[in-house]
C-alpha cells in the first residue's frame, strides 16, 4: 500500500508544477522595454515637482545619445534633488502641459482654475520655454488669488505657497540650463514676488535680521547664476532691483543702521566673487553699484580697490573688465580718497616705467616704425603681424594701465 501511495504521489506531482517545454521557453535575450508614453512622462516629471515642491533641486537636459539602462523603460531620471531627461522626452511632457494649461484658461473665472494639476503643468512649461509669459502670469495670478480669499487664519497657505515659487525658481535659475540662468521672464518674477509679498520673502525672525539674510540669500543665488551663465546681466540687475527695493523698505521701517550692514556685507561677498570671475564685466559693474551707494563706507572702499590694485599688478591681470572697474573708480571722485588715487596712479607710472626700461624678466618686443616697414627678405606680412600680436599679448597689461593713466587724467581735468 506504502508502494502504490508513493507511486500515486509521484504521479501526481508533476502535475503540482509544470513544466514548460523547450519550446515555449523565453528566449535568454533581454528584450527591450516598450517606449513610453508621452502620458508616463508627464506623470514622471509631475511627481518629481510635487515631491520637491519646497526644495531647491537641479535639472539637467541629458545628450539625446545619452546610455540609458536597457532594463528599464524610464527616460526620466531622478537622484535625489537632481532630475535628467533628454529634450525629446521634455518636448512630449510640454506638449500635455501647454494642452492642459490653455484649457483651464477657457475658463479663467472659474475657482477650478488654480489647481495642484494645472500649477503643475505651468512650471513644466516654464522648464521648456522660461520666457512663456503665460504660464509665469498664470503663477502670478494663482498667488494673487490667495492673497485675497484667503482668510486672515491660514495665512500661512499663502506663506507655503510663496516659498515653493521660490524655490522652484531658485532651481530653474541655478541647474545647468543655458536659457533659464539668463531669463529676464523669470528673474523679473522673482523680483515681483518679492515686491508683492515682501513679508513673506523672508528668512529671519527680526526685521534687521530678514533684510540682511535676504539679501545676502538672494547675491548667493545671483552669483551661482552667473556662474552658470557668465556675464549674466539680467541676474545682476536683479540684485540692483532688489538691493534699491530693500533701501526702499528700510527708509519705511527707519532702519538706516541695517541699510549700512547689508551694504557692507553685500560689498565683501561681492568684491570676493569678483576677484574669482575678474573677466565677469557684470559682477564688476554691481560692484561699482554698490560702491556707488550712499550706505557705502569710504574707507571700506579705499580697502576694495587698494586689493584689488595689487592683485591685478601682482598677478599682471590683463582682464578688460577688472581694468574697466579701475578706470572708472580712479577717474570719479565719489568712490574712493583723492590721496588714495594718487597714490595708484604713482603705481601705475612706476610699473610702465619698469616695464618701458625692460626692468622686468618678461619678454618685451619694441614696436616701432621699423616692425611695420621691415616687410621685404626673411619677414612677411604674415610675420610682422604675428609679432605685433604677440606683442600686444605679452605688454596687454601695460596697455590696460596706460589706457587707464590717459582716461582718469582727462577726466580728472574736465571735473577740475
Known sequence: ??????????DVAPN??????????PPTTNTPPPPETPEQIYSQVTSFLKAH???????????????????????VLSDGSSLGFTKKTLVQAFLIARRMLFSALKHLNSEEIYTQNVLSASAIILL????????ANYRKRHLVKLRTSTPIVKREDLAGAIQIELALLASLLTSPLHRHTKSPTLWHHRYWIAKEFFPYFKHGTSAEAQINTVYISELSLVMKAGERHPKNYYA??????????FEH???????SDTMEKMARESVEVVHKWCLSH?????????????LSH????????????????????????????????MRAVLASKIYIHTSLRTQFLESIHERLKTSIDGGTDRAHIPLDEATYLSTSQSRTVREVLKRTTTWIELNRQELNMLDCVVVVNTRMAGLE
Open 1 to 10: 500500500m506504502k508502494k502504490t501511495a508513493n507511486a500515486t504521489q509521484n
Open 16 to 25: 503540482l508544477h509544470p513544466t514548460t517545454p523547450t519550446s515555449m521557453q
Open 53 to 75: 515642491s519646497d526644495q531647491i533641486f537641479e535639472v539637467e537636459i541629458l545628450p539625446s545619445d545619452y546610455p540609458f539602462s536597457p532594463s528599464s523603460p524610464s527616460s
Open 128 to 135: 521648456f520655454d522660461p520666457e512663456h509669459i503665460t504660464a
Open 236 to 245: 545682476w540687475d536683479y540684485a540692483r532691483r532688489l538691493f534699491r527695493l
Open 249 to 255: 523698505q528700510a527708509q519705511v521701517t527707519s532702519q
Open 278 to 290: 575678474a573677466d565677469d564685466i557684470s559682477g564688476w559693474s554691481f560692484l561699482l553699484f554698490l
Open 294 to 325: 550712499r550706505q557705502s563706507n569710504v574707507e571700506m572702499n579705499n580697502e576694495i580697490v587698494r586689493k584689488t590694485m595689487d592683485l591685478a599688478l601682482k598677478f599682471h591681470w590683463t582682464h578688460e573688465s577688472l581694468w574697466g572697474f
